[in-house]
């Protein structure tokens, strides 16, 4: 016996777990990944020792751009003469990003670091970028179709 148009208590509950599981699983398990692997980050004046000549001092993240070193002590800008960035080091299986100092009067002094930062495992090129975001638009989709599906099967007779 058909019962067109009756939607069953067991499916209605179904439907709902089914939501409510795919969007607890969307905010930390898709979208929070993406974001690390799609943003860049700001950092203001994050406290060094500027290092000795040829000494290194591993910044955050696996690139650094737009690097300014202002010494800690007078507020005068360090000249980027006096250090080296050098981005996508591997070390110990990683991607980092370090400054090495040259010899100058700001070796061992305290200092800020300001940059834009690509955190671990940021995808450096566009295309992995665009397609990653497109991975959170279709699992967003694929909830809102498990919602949709009962009444999809009842109005086209499934």
Known sequence: MKRKGEI??????????????????????ISTPIATLTT???VVNQSYTFPNAAASITLGGQANTNVVVV?????????????TVANYVLS??????????????????????????????YATDGGTRAVAALVVL?????????A?????KERWDL
């Open 71 to 83: 010494n800690a002590t007078s507020g005068a800008v360090v000249p980027s003469s006096n250090y």
């Open 92 to 121: 110990n299986g990683e991607l980092i990003s370090t400054l090495t100092g040259a010899a100058s009067l700001y070796n061992g002094d305290p200092v800020g670091i300001s940059s834009t930062r690509e955190p671990y495992g």
């Open 8 to 29: 069953t208590m067991g499916l209605m509950i179904m439907t709902f777990v089914a939501v409510i599981v795919g969007a607890a699983l969307i905010a930390p398990g």
């Open 138 to 146: 279709f699992a967003a989709l694929s909830i809102g179709l498990i």
């Open 40 to 42: 860049t980050q700001a």
């Open 148 to 152: 949709a599906w009962p009444i999809i």
